[in-house]
């Protein structure tokens, strides 16, 4: 089975400065596939960025950037310069090879605060 | 715009009652996936359909059905509802055929309230 851990419930950042969002996951499997999800207060599901396992290449897109490291399980979210609008509750999830059911994390809510 | 479509956007009903959901995927998506998200059981996978079969079955209720037509449209059935059904009901759609995991892309969700 697999799982996913957000530990950080609610993050309060005021505007500008960095914030980087945790993500652990678990799974047996060898192949598998990890995503980031934005939910803004409109309720609609964003997808952000996708990686696969044997992509351990960290990924950078304008603010945001993500650090995959296999060795800790974990794929860390970092909103650099944050802004209000990236105020949302931020999912981290998993898929596993031939399964694209996406196992989701409780999410963390970020305040950014101007 | 994700460019998957959910009607209605929101709906408010007594239990007992029965209600569709109804979603379109984005143009050449062939797998529909619906989600539940409340607020104790966060977003949690109900089933998927890929090209009019069904694929994958997660924790759906068997008062919950579903069924993806051949314009690939897709519709979730839930009968006999109760207080606790009343969540956002989110419909996704992707590319993803077998042995691929593509990302999936979500509607706006339809927001149903059970009274």
């Known amino acids: 089975a697999q799982k996913v851990t957000q530990a950080q419930t609610e993050i309060s950042v005021v505007e500008k400065e960095d914030v980087t969002l945790d993500c652990v996951y678990e799974t047996r499997d060898t192949t598998y596939y990890l995503f980031w999800y934005k939910q803004p207060p409109s309720g609609e599901l964003v997808f952000l960025i996708r990686?696969?396992?044997?992509?351990?290449q960290n990924e950078i897109s304008g603010r945001y950037s993500w650090n995959f490291q296999k060795s800790t399980s974990s794929f860390n979210f970092t909103i650099t310069a944050s802004q209000v609008v990236d105020s949302a509750v931020y999912f981290c999830?998993?898929?596993?090879?031939?399964?694209?059911?996406?196992?989701f994390g409780t999410g963390t809510r970020l305040t950014i605060i101007p | 715009d994700s460019g998957v479509t959910q009607t209605p956007k929101h709906l408010i009903t007594a239990t007992g009652q029965r209600v569709t959901l109804r979603c379109s995927p984005r143009s050449g998506d062939l797998s529909v996936y619906w989600y539940q998200q409340s607020l104790d059981q966060g977003l949690q996978f109900l089933i998927q359909y890929y090209n009019g079969e069904e694929r994958a079955k997660g924790n759906i209720l068997e008062r919950f059905s579903a069924q993806q037509f051949p314009d690939l449209h897709s519709e979730l059935n839930l009968s006999s509802l109760e207080l606790g059904d009343s969540a956002l009901y989110f419909c996704?759609?992707?590319?993803?055929?077998?042995?691929?995991?593509?990302?999936?892309?979500f509607g706006q969700g339809t927001r149903l309230t059970v009274v």
């Open positions: 999830a998993l898929t596993t090879f031939g399964n694209e059911k996406l196992t």
């Open positions: 990686r696969n396992s044997f992509d351990e």
């Open positions: 996704a759609s992707s590319v993803a055929r077998t042995g691929e995991n593509t990302e999936a892309f």
